[in-house]
């Protein structure tokens, strides 16, 4: 079997260490600032912003993990839809289901 590092016509391919170091400080930063917001915010007080601020801190986390790690940056937009689609009515069912879980013995 060949040499996996160069393409067809010989040349060496360049490795992608640069694009995975720039995403691991990115993930770096966000969960050093996740940790401190969730030892420095009042619990009582923020409780609702800080799960706010983490929802959206994971959803940034999932998509730089998600392009880079499982390397869908580069694929065409309808397999991106086609993981997308699915994952949004995963997420429907279970707000639905909690919020009607919610409504058991009240009736």
Do not use: C
């Amino acid at each position: 079997m060949g040499n996996h590092s160069t393409t067809h016509e010989g040349e060496k391919l360049k490795p992608q260490t640069k694009e995975l170091w720039k995403v691991f400080w990115i993930l770096l930063v966000l969960t050093a600032i996740e940790f401190v917001i969730a030892f420095g915010l009042d619990t009582d007080r923020f409780k609702w912003t800080k799960i706010i601020i983490f929802i959206i801190m994971t959803i940034v986390k999932a998509y730089f993990i998600v392009g880079t790690f499982m390397h869908l940056k580069g694929e065409v937009k309808s397999l991106i839809w086609t993981i997308i689609l699915p994952s949004l009515f995963v997420v429907w069912l279970l707000v639905a289901l909690i919020v009607e879980g919610g409504y058991i013995g009240s009736v």
